[in-house]
């Protein structure tokens, strides 16, 4: 029954009582003893007869069964009235139950979600915790066995845990020699070892073999090596990863205007003292030529891929070509038209860029004075399998101006103690005419964009030429 339905009836009830208690009122009035004497007076008196007391008593006893049965009304109409009333309070104690009960649901709610967020918490923080802890205890770890080891036929064969992956005239030379002096660094047979590029296949224990060893794993000295030409290759970054993840990587960047002029004469001295044929070309016309073989092959199979990407994007979303797609990847071409002569072999691009990027696989010094240059490109390249911290970069320019705090931020980063090296001295440097005005503006503007796109990566500026 609804609120404004039980106040309607309420009401009924009560209009209904005060019109039975007026009947009731009025039955008292005329059954009381003096209203009967002035009645039976005025019946005698206006009818002039006898008095008839049965019919009075009669009258009397219908008048007095007509007053229990209002009664029992009133009481029904009482208890009725009270029903309602229970009822209402009953549908109110339900309503303030139910708003309760929903309350009480809420607040269980919000206590749950506040237990889970709590949980989450909890596990965030026990996440965090062991993170922080197996941080501490690859460090402990590392202090204490700083080289991976391989036991080998009885032997313990300990394996480099830095190494300097270049780059090529970038004073690799200088920093492998003073590395070499410090007393928590083991000696090597030789600076460049040439494993992961050239000599992959000799297989681990070759390899092993080149750096000073140990009977036990207490004591451990640092082991490591510097091949400039590791930086270039594109086979280098993934085999490193399989063997040695953890080694920490050293790379020296140089102004690659410099750096390439200075690859240029390094290698005339190479072929020389190797007794190789002497090199016929200009460091001018080897910079043009190489600078064509990029944009031809690189380059162009850059715009291609891009442009084939764009095509099938351009197709999956509907757009309907009245011409097929036409193009040719110049990587895959054979550019018999073109009259290179140093690079004559990559008339076949993949005979000298084996990926399709600037990387390279070539050892011979000469080649590669631009791709070798090329830093971001490279970089990029490793770091789809290490990570920038990983990777200790100096500037080859601060090594001149300030060789104490080069080496000084190389310990911290090897987590070695700082020594006194003395004097020094440059290494494995060649003397050359400088550069004429004419190839510098060009390298300086063919170098400008990708310098730009390394100082961004490393949010570090080099202060190169400009």
């Known amino acids: 029954m609804s609120t404004t339905s039980m106040i309607l009836t309420k009401k009924n009830i009560i209009i209904l009582s005060i019109i039975i208690i007026t009947i009731i009122s009025y039955q008292f009035y005329i059954t009381s003893p003096s ?32 007053q229990t049965e209002i009664r029992k009304q009133l009481e029904i109409l009482k208890y009725s009235i009270n029903d309602i009333n229970q009822q209402q309070n009953n549908k109110e104690y339900n309503n303030n139950k139910l708003n309760d009960e929903q309350l009480e649901k809420e607040e269980e709610e919000k206590e749950k979600d506040k237990e889970k967020e709590k949980e989450k918490l909890e596990k965030k923080n026990q996440k965090s915790n062991s993170l922080i802890n ?39 030379t200088f920093l492998d020699y003073y590395l070499q002096r410090h007393p928590q660094i083991a000696h090597h047979s030789k600076k460049e070892i040439w494993y992961f590029n050239s000599y992959y296949g000799n297989g681990i224990e070759w390899y092993a073999k080149h750096f000073e060893q140990y009977s036990s794993l207490e004591n451990q000295k640092l082991i490591g090596e510097a091949t400039p030409f590791y930086i270039n290759n594109p086979n280098t970054a993934p085999r490193l990863f399989t063997t040695l993840k953890n080694a920490k990587l050293i790379l020296l960047l140089r102004d690659p205007v410099e750096r390439s002029l200075s690859q240029y004469h390094f290698s005339i001295q190479w072929l020389k003292r190797n007794k190789s044929p002497p090199l016929e070309y200009s460091f001018e016309h080897l910079i043009y030529e190489e600078a064509d073989v990029i944009e031809t092959c690189i380059r162009g ?48 691009c993949d005979k000298c860029f084996q990926t399709g990027t600037i990387l390279h696989t070539s050892g011979h010094p000469t080649f590669g004075m631009l791709a070798k240059s090329l830093y971001f490109e490279q970089l990029d390249h490793w770091l789809n399998y290490f990570p920038l911290s990983q990777i200790h970069i100096i500037r080859y320019e601060d090594i001149a101006s300030q060789p104490e705090s080069v080496l000084s931020e190389l310990e911290d980063f090897l987590d070695i ?20 005005d004419e190839i510098r503006s060009y390298l300086i503007n063919y170098f400008k964009n990708n310098n730009e796109k390394l100082y961004n990566l490393l949010n570090r500026d080099f202060n190169w030429q400009k």
């Open 417 to 436: 103690n700082h020594i006194d090296y003395g004097e020094f001295k440059p290494r494995n440097v060649v003397q050359h005419d400088p550069m004429n």
């Open 35 to 66: 209203l009967q004497s002035n009645t039976i007076t005025n019946t005698i008196n206006t009818s002039g007869k006898g008095l008839d007391y049965t019919e009075l008593l009669n009258l009397q006893k219908d008048l007095k069964v007509q």
């Open 134 to 172: 197996y941080e501490e205890k690859v460090k402990k770890t590392s202090k204490e066995q700083p080289n991976t080891c391989i036991p080998i036929e009885g032997k313990l064969l300990c394996l480099p845990n830095f190494i300097v992956i270049g780059t090529m005239k970038s004073g690799t």
């Open 301 to 348: 199979h850059e715009r291609y891929r891009d442009a084939y990407k764009q095509r099938k994007e351009a197709e999956k979303n509907g757009e309907i070509f009245n011409e097929e797609f036409n193009l040719v990847d110049p990587y895959y071409s054979l550019h018999s038209e073109k009259n290179w002569t140093f690079y004559k072999d990559c008339v076949r």
